[in-house]
């Protein structure tokens, strides 16, 4: 038996939650540890947890589209990071991510 066998039903997943851990999840585990490829690899592994899902709920350009926003909201978050500072800059990207991936995944 291998780990995938273990996991839910694709379909069954909400991925609101799955984003918001791995953007904050990543960004505190990247903070904590000071060692910032723990973050990404708490990042990573949400990603894909969520992408499976995207891509077995609404298809091929949904799933492209919500991934992009989740890594635009990686991203965006650095340079807001310098505006509003680190903490909010995370919980905005989250918001809209988490937002995006609820209305254009988990409620279908």
């Known amino acids: 038996m291998n780990i995938l066998d273990s996991l839910p ?3 069954s ?19 904590v540890t000071k060692v910032r490829p723990i973050g990404g690899a708490v990042l990573a592994a949400a990603g894909l947890y ?17 991934a992009a926003v989740y890594l635009a909201g990686f991203g965006l978050s650095h340079p807001l990071a310098k505006k509003i500072g680190a903490w909010p ?16 995944s988990d409620t279908k």
């Open 9 to 11: 039903a694709a379909k």
């Open 13 to 31: 997943v909400d991925t609101a939650p799955v984003v918001a851990f791995g953007l904050i999840g990543g960004f505190l585990s990247a903070r």
């Open 50 to 66: 969520a992408g499976r899902t995207w891509s077995a709920k609404a298809g091929a350009g949904t799933t492209a589209a919500l």
């Open 89 to 104: 800059s995370v919980l905005t990207v989250t918001a809209a991510s988490a937002t995006a991936a609820h209305f254009l």
